[in-house]
């Protein structure tokens, strides 16, 4: 795969997807930032598989930006694998994935957002996008009735095409500034 970002960045924050850079560039501008006068390109990867051609293209063998990003814990194997193969750092301890400018979401920036902001912070926002009854009716799946709330609001969010996409600048905007999960607030002020 190949990756471009805006030909006069000076850094690049790679995320896994779509929801991942629209939550990026929402925390960016709460926190007024100007990404474009700041030459920061916020790249989606389409799945932490493509990193290692991403961290080649931009990083010290490429066009030697700086680079920073927000990686899924479930993925931490494979972040590491990317940055053996692109020449960063073999073996890495998370401590050093972190000094790259590489952040680890638990389990992923959905959760860590859901954490945050509360569980009935988040059925607000799905309230205000006109996703709360589907939700309830989500809860009564029998496969998901006796989950903790959290859990069931994480795989709703996963569960309806383009819903992750629409939803993280609206929990980013109800985030209070104060308590933004630490990956979210790490990766901006890596770049």
Same mark, same amino acid.
């Given at each position: 795969?190949?990756?471009?970002?805006?030909?006069?960045?000076?850094?690049?924050?790679?995320?896994?997807?779509?929801?991942?850079?629209?939550?990026?560039?929402?925390?960016?501008?709460?926190?007024?930032?100007?990404?474009?006068?700041?030459?920061?390109?916020?790249?989606?990867?389409?799945?932490?598989?493509?990193?290692?051609?991403?961290?080649?293209?931009?990083?010290?063998?490429?066009?030697?930006?700086?680079?920073?990003?927000?990686?899924?814990?479930?993925?931490? +194997?494979?972040?590491?694998? *990317?940055? /053996?193969? %692109?020449?960063?750092? !073999?073996? &890495?301890?998370?401590?050093?994935?972190?000094?790259?400018?590489?952040?680890?979401?638990?389990?992923?920036?959905?959760?860590?957002?859901?954490?945050?902001?509360?569980?009935?912070?988040?059925?607000?926002?799905?309230?205000?996008?006109?996703?709360?009854?589907?939700?309830?009716?989500?809860?009564?799946?029998?496969?998901?009735?006796?989950?903790?709330?959290?859990?069931?609001?994480?795989?709703?969010?996963?569960?309806?095409?383009?819903?992750?996409?629409?939803?993280? +600048?609206?929990?980013?905007? *109800?985030? /209070?500034? %104060?308590?933004?999960? !630490?990956? &979210?607030?790490?990766?901006?002020?890596?770049?």
């Amino acid at each position: 795969m190949r990756f471009e970002a805006d030909e006069s960045a000076r850094a690049v924050i790679l995320v896994e997807g779509v929801s991942d850079r629209r939550a990026v560039e929402a925390l960016a501008a709460r926190r007024g930032r100007d990404f474009r006068m700041e030459r920061v390109s916020v790249l989606s990867l389409g799945g932490v598989t493509n990193m290692r051609p991403a961290l080649e293209a931009f990083g010290p063998s490429g066009l030697d930006l700086t680079i920073a990003g927000l990686y899924d814990a479930g993925e931490e +194997p494979d972040v590491r694998r *990317a940055m /053996d193969r %692109a020449g960063l750092g !073999r073996d &890495l301890a998370r401590g050093e994935i972190d000094a790259l400018g590489f952040y680890v979401c638990d389990p992923d920036l959905e959760g860590e957002l859901i954490r945050s902001l509360g569980d009935e912070m988040v059925e607000r926002v799905l309230e205000q996008h006109g996703e709360l009854d589907p939700f309830r009716t989500f809860q009564k799946q029998p496969e998901w009735r006796d989950r903790p709330v959290a859990d069931q609001l994480r795989r709703f969010m996963g569960s309806g095409s383009g819903r992750k996409i629409r939803m993280a +600048p609206s929990l980013v905007d *109800a985030l /209070d500034l %104060a308590h933004v999960p !630490r990956p &979210l607030d790490a990766v901006l002020s890596a770049v």
